[in-house]
Every structure is written in C-alpha cells, then in structure tokens.
C-alpha cells in the first residue's frame, strides 16, 4: 500500500512529463487500436464468409465469364441444395467518387443463399416481381437518402450507359458485419439489354454461388463441378466463399502487411520515447534510491519502485488510449463512411492496446529498473546536491 | 562522557583504494581503530582525506578491499549483500548533509520509511515515528513534505528517521555542513542529546570545528591515515 502511494506521487512529481508520457502512450495505442481495427476489417469479409456457400468462377480469371448454361449441371452436382449466379456491374451513382458495388443476381435463388440480407416479405415479393427493381443496404440508402419506391439511376462502367431501377427494397444486416453497402438487382434485366446492344456478351454470368449440405461436402463438391467443365473453353475454379474473399485480400496484402508493421512501429517509436523518459526520472532519483538502500531497502524493492511508475504510467496511457478508441471508430464510422462504413473495434483490438500499453511500460522499464536496482549507494549518494 | 566499555567498533588494518583504469589510488591505508559504545566521534581532515569512506565503510554502504570492521558482534566485511542492507536497516542511523529526505514523502512517511522493513503492525509504526517526532521537536509538522520545512527541520526529522529503529550506531556525513549557525547549533545539541539520553554511539564526519568540539573524541584523517587528537 505504501509503496503504491509513493509510485503515485512519484507519478506526479513533474506533472507536466508525466501527462504528456500519459497521452504520448494513448495517442500510440489509439493509433495502434484504429489501424489494426482496419487491418481486421480488410479480412473481415472473408471471415464472415459462409462455410456452406461455394463461388464458381472461370479458372483464368474472374475477368472471365461463365455461360449461363453451367447452371443445370452445377444444379445436378450431388451435394449441392442451391445455385445462383451474378455480375459484378461496376456502375457508379451521378458521380465516379459515388461509387459502391453493385451487382446483377438472380434474386430468388442469392437471397436464399444470403439470409444475412434481411428483407420484410413484402419488399422481398416486391423486388423479385419487378425486372427493373433494386435492393440496397441499410447503409447505401442512408447515405443517399433513398426510399422505397425511388428511382435511381446508375452509370455503368463495364456496360456502358444510364441504368435505371426502382428501389424496391431496404436490406438490414443480420450480423453488424454484413456488408451494407451494396445494391443488388435482376441479372436478367442485364442481360436483356445485351441481348439487344451486345449480344455475344448475353447469357454469361461472373460467377455461380453454390449451396452445399454440409461445410465438409465442400471439397469435394468443388472438385465435382470443377471436373464437370474439365477441358471446356471455360473451365471453373470453385472454392469456398472464404477462400474467394482471400483472392481478393491476396491483392492488397502487401497494403495490409505495410499498415501491420506500421502500427507495430508507432508502439515502438513510444516505446523508445517512454524508455527516455523513465531513464531521465531515474537518472533524477538516483540520490533517492541510494538513500533507500542505505536505510536498508533491497533491489528488489527499488525496482518494484521504477518498474511500478514506468507500468503505470504506459497502462494509464493505455486505458486513455482504449477509451478514446470507441469515440474516434465511431467518427469514423460515421464521418467517413463512404469509406469505412463498418468500423468496429472487437475485443481482441482492446486487448492488444492494452497488450501493447503494457509492453510499453514494461520495456521502458527494464533499463531504469536495473540502473535503479543496481546503483552503488556510495556512487549514487555522492549525486546529492 | 560515558564510561570505557568494550568498543562497539572495532577497526583492524583497513584499507580501500579506488581504481581508475589502470591508476589505483589509495583512500585507507591500514586503518586501526576502535570506537567505544556511547561515544561521539568526530572524524575530520582536509578533502580527499578519506573521511567519508571510512564512514560509509563502518556504515556498511561500501566494501573494503582489506582488513575487518567489526560492530557489535559482526564482522561487517564478510556479509552479502542482501545481509548487509538488513544489517544497515536494524543497526545503523544515517544522517546526510543534505537531509536526504524523499520529497514527495512528509515528515511523517519519511520517518516511517525504515520501519517499513520490519515487522511491525502499522498501530506500532505510527507510535515509534509519533515518538521520535517529538524527540526531535516536529511532532507538530508530522504532516508537512520536506519542501515546507526549513533546513533545520529537514535536518531533524532525518535524525527522527535514524533514530526510528533504535539503531545502535548513528553516522552522520557533514550533518551541519547545509546549515545556518543556529540550525546546526540545535542539530548538534540534539546528536549530543542522543548520546547522553540515549545512550547512542554517534560517527560524525566534519569540516567544521565548532561541531567537531562537540564530539568526545576527534580523529584526523591525513592521506588515509589516521591520527588521533
């Protein structure tokens, strides 16, 4: 208890040193906290992926079509409960920067295949009834104020021209991870238009979502379909909807991996700065500790001392750093949308800040703990005055 | 003065020196003293004489590199180190020249400090320091930090520290040598009390003469050497 006492004051002897020690941790450990938050999200796609769903796409590419007559034989495989298929569309909304993705589906069969898009009956019956109709993301919607029954209009990239669709739904996330941000509509719409502009682009899909029984079926349902194309003109590739989101995160990892070691290096950087500071304070109480020693106080109890101040000024750091974590995810979440439109920090991004903070306070520690525990009182006397 | 009893010192053939690179530069050679239990000491000698290292070496805070110091019934210079700090804490009062109190601790922690190292339950903790504090006239100040406190004060309640344990042995390093002539005054006149009523051996390194007549026995130091006045 005393000694608790006197690491508390010690904490705040210089007051100023110890605050700006104190936010110099919290602005590392937040900044540690939001980018590892972000790196999480990147993989967050593939690690809510369905262990039931399979993605069928051309083995050279997903640049690459399928023909839509792939669909029977998929259906025929054994295993397999439900087939549907899409296009990526890559339309954006008035303005390039307005962009989200978008994709022409087959609706019945997809949103059955994706429960987390949660729909009311009504706006469900609504979209499949109308070819020209749309569903969006809670998320989508709100950023641009679109209501049921409002006309939008995309500008396509890939497929070139004005889209129109009426918004015929709002889907809700089931999970807070489900993505929110997408608008699906009917693939046939799509390709109606290219049977009549570009007709040897009709009938091809980007991909098939493929439901299987069971998780372990997907092996080998991956390989029945893949070998149903064998030495086609557009042989398949299937895998796991996990393994699909990789391919994509695969892309970007050398980002990832960038962003990872930058959030190690600003712990670092505190770290050094913090080792600075506790090397500068014990290097001032070194007169102090030699008179401890000299009224019998051991190593052990010195260095509980320094060790106790250097790990509770990185953990009080930590905890500012952690609670100002949820206000700044929030801002952004809310701010930034467009951008970063599920910005949630998990559990274990809270205990790796507090991980961090800890390793920070004991790291600085180490050097001012030993200087302090092993200092000859008659050196550290003769620095009186 | 106290009667002649058996020494509670008893210094034979000490020697220190420091190292420097290669250079060794002799502090003690061949020091042979003995200090009498109850009595006043005074240790003086021009700087660099190797006062101070005798005192720290009596004091059990630096190491010899030859010969024993015997206080008490042990034979300091063959203890560790973890024994020697016990040793220090139980036997030995230290009173520096600049007060060595912990600032952020007040007259009343500071006190407590060495008992902290025993096992007294904090009811005889609070008594011991209570009674030490009005020893040295502070009681009334028990709660004020070092910086509240003029130098004298600052100066007795570090005497009220080396005083808490009931140590057998006081060293004092210049405890006047921060302090204005009255303020020592009353510091003197309080170790000399310490010796008197309490019975306590007092070592007291100086430079000055008015403290040094204080003691009952003055020793020079010359180039390590000791002589006896």
């Known amino acids: ?385 | 003065m106290p009667e002649a009893s058996a020494p509670i010192v008893r210094i034979r053939n000490l020697s220190k020196a420091y190292r420097r690179g290669t250079q060794v530069i002799p502090v003690l050679t061949d020091i042979n003293f003995d200090i009498a239990r109850g009595e006043f000491v005074a240790l003086m000698g021009p700087s660099g004489s190797g006062k101070s290292t005798l005192l720290n070496l009596i004091a059990g805070i630096d190491s010899a590199d030859q010969g024993s110091i015997q206080v008490g019934d042990v034979e300091i210079t063959t203890l560790g180190e973890s024994d020697l700090a016990r040793w220090r804490a139980g036997s030995v009062g230290f009173i520096f020249q600049f007060y060595n109190l912990i600032p952020v601790l007040t007259a009343y922690e500071n006190v407590e400090l060495p008992l902290l190292l025993t096992h007294l339950s904090r009811r005889e903790r609070s008594e011991h320091v209570e009674a030490v504090l009005n020893v040295v006239g502070l009681a009334d100040r028990m709660d004020h930090y070092p910086s509240q406190l003029s130098g004298g004060q600052q100066q007795r309640v570090a005497i009220a520290r080396a005083i808490v344990t009931d140590p057998e042995i006081l060293v004092a390093d210049e405890p006047t040598g921060d302090l204005d002539r009255a303020s020592a005054e009353e510091i003197l006149q309080l170790m000399d009390r310490l010796v008197r009523e309490f019975g306590k051996t007092v070592i007291m390194v100086t430079h000055d003469p008015r403290a040094a007549e204080k003691a009952h026995l003055i020793r020079h130091l010359e180039k390590g050497e000791l002589s006896v006045t």
Not at chain 1, 9 to 32: C, D, E, Q, Y
Not at chain 1, 75 to 88: D, F, H, I, L, Q
Request: glycine share 8%.
């Open chain 1, 1 to 385: 208890m005393f000694f608790l006492k006197y690491i508390l004051r010690n904490l705040f002897r210089h007051k100023l040193r110890s605050v700006l020690t104190i936010v110099g941790v919290a602005v590392a450990v937040l900044a540690f906290g939001l980018l590892r938050t972000l790196v999480g999200l990147w993989y967050a796609g593939a690690e809510h992926a369905s262990d039931t769903r399979l993605v069928t796409r051309n083995s050279i590419s997903l640049v690459f079509p399928l023909p839509i007559s792939y669909l029977d034989r998929i259906r025929g495989v054994p295993g397999v409960t439900s087939v549907s298929y899409g296009n990526w569309f890559g339309a954006y909304y008035k303005d390039q920067k307005n962009f989200f993705a978008n994709y022409a589906i087959e609706p019945r069969g997809y949103l059955e295949l994706y429960p987390e898009l949660m729909l009311s009956p009504k706006e469900k019956n609504d979209f499949f009834l109308d070819r020209k109709g749309c569903i969006v993301g809670e998320r989508l919607a709100k950023t641009y104020g679109w209501k049921v029954g409002d006309l939008i209009t995309l500008k396509g990239t890939i497929f070139p021209g004005q889209w129109e669709f009426v918004l015929r739904g709002i889907y809700h996330g089931k999970e807070k991870a489900t993505e929110e941000r997408i608008l699906l509509f009917h693939w046939s719409y799509l390709n109606e238009a290219l049977r009549q502009t570009v007709p040897r682009r009709a009938d091809q899909v980007g991909y098939f979502v493929v439901g299987v029984k069971k998780p372990e079926l997907a092996p080998e349902v991956s390989m029945a379909i893949d070998s149903l194309f064998k030495n086609s003109l557009a042989e398949t590739l299937t895998e796991t909807e996990k393994a699909f989101h990789m391919s994509f995160v695969s892309m970007t990892e050398a980002i990832m991996v960038a962003i990872q070691i930058v959030s190690y290096m600003v712990i670092a950087i505190i770290m050094v700065v913090a080792a600075n500071t506790m090397a500068m304070t014990a290097r001032e109480r070194i007169s102090e500790y030699a008179t401890l020693k000299t009224l019998g106080f051991k190593g052990g109890h010195l260095g509980g001392l320094i060790f106790g101040e250097s790990v509770l000024i990185s953990l009080s750091g930590g905890v500012v750093g952690v609670a100002a974590t949820f206000p700044a995810a929030h801002w952004i979440e809310v701010e930034l949308a467009q951008f970063f439109p599920y910005f949630s920090v998990s559990t274990e991004t809270i205990l790796l800040e507090l991980l961090a903070a800890l390793s920070v306070g004991v790291v600085s520690g180490i050097f001012p703990t030993w200087r302090g525990a092993t200092i000859r009182i008659a050196d550290g006397l003769k620095r009186i005055g």
